[in-house]
Every structure is written in structure tokens, then in C-alpha cells.
């Protein structure tokens, strides 16, 4: 008993000092419209449908989602493509090929469908066999463009308008 009230006390106080806080006030200023520090990588849109290609592995730099399927384990490399390990020894998974996917940040797997965003379009890729791997559809203009990390909209300069023609955003450096 004397532990909850003690617990209930602590939880009062602390609603107390977190009510006084000022939350709309910060000294950092956030980054507005136009002054993003990153600048957009692009692609010609004829080039980006012929952009996946199976390739032998390769190091994992920057790694992102993590999807398991059957024994083998799929993890995105930001704005890259997919590393394909065999995890059939959980002790010792082996690297076993990478799928460059320009602008991919995401997949998901399904009767041995592999789906993945090739920045603005979504490719489906057949890995029943992956040792021949093969892609099966792309549709087009399915995802918004790639929002620079530190935005939450796209800055005036590198909206499609007002950049080269027929590019696409496929990565931030």
C-alpha cells in the first residue's frame, strides 16, 4: 500500500513539472522551406527501368528494414537495393547476393515474390529460383517522390518542375 502511494505521488509530481514546461518555445530553429542541407541524387526515368540488377554481394554500409522469409533474411541498403543472406545456420548466415534497387527503402516478400520501391515505382521480382532472379512487373509512379531526411515537404528547388526533365529523385547525400 505505502508503495502506491508513493508511486502515485511521484506520478502527480511529475505531471506537475511536465505541465509548466513551455513545448512551443526551442531554441533550435527547424530548417524551413528551400534550406534543406541534403540535395537530391536523380535519375533519368528511362534509366531507373532498367536499374535492378542481381549482383554479386556486397558489404552492408547502411542497412534499414529487415525482412525474414523462408531460411533466408533480405535487408535494404538506404536508397541502394537488397542483401540476400541464407540464415539456414542461424550461427553462421551467409551473404549471398545483393539486388541493386535504386531508391529502395522498403520490400516485402510473398509467394516468392519479392516487392521492393525502385524510388517512385514498385518492381516485383520472382525469387523462387535466387540463384535467377527475375523481374516480373514494375508499376509506375505508385510512391511519392523521396523526401529529403530533414523535410517533411519537398523544397520548392528540387520539385519535377523545377529540375531536369523526366528525372527522378533516387536518393539524398
Request: hydrophobic share 40%.
Amino acid at each position: 500500500m505505502r508503495k502506491s502511494v508513493f508511486a502515485l505521488a511521484l506520478l502527480a509530481v511529475s505531471c506537475l513539472f511536465l505541465g509548466a514546461c513551455d513545448w512551443g518555445s526551442s531554441s533550435v530553429e527547424p530548417i524551413g522551406p528551400g534550406n534543406s542541407s541534403y540535395t537530391p541524387i536523380l535519375m533519368k526515368r528511362s534509366d531507373l527501368e532498367n536499374s535492378v540488377k542481381v549482383m554479386d554481394k556486397a558489404v552492408l554500409r547502411n542497412p534499414g528494414k529487415i525482412y525474414h522469409y523462408n531460411q533466408y533474411i533480405f535487408i535494404t541498403e538506404k536508397y541502394e537495393g537488397i542483401h540476400i543472406l541464407d540464415n539456414s545456420d542461424p550461427k553462421n548466415p551467409v551473404n549471398k547476393s545483393f539486388i541493386s534497387i535504386p531508391g529502395c527503402v522498403d520490400l516485402a516478400v510473398k509467394n516468392q515474390v519479392l516487392y521492393a520501391d525502385n524510388a517512385v515505382d514498385l518492381v516485383s521480382l520472382s525469387i523462387a529460383d535466387l540463384n535467377n532472379i527475375q523481374v516480373l512487373s514494375r508499376n509506375a509512379n505508385v510512391f511519392p517522390e523521396l523526401l529529403p531526411p530533414d523535410f517533411i515537404s519537398m523544397p520548392e528547388k528540387y520539385k519535377a518542375e523545377n529540375r531536369p526533365e523526366n528525372t527522378i529523385i533516387i536518393a539524398w547525400k
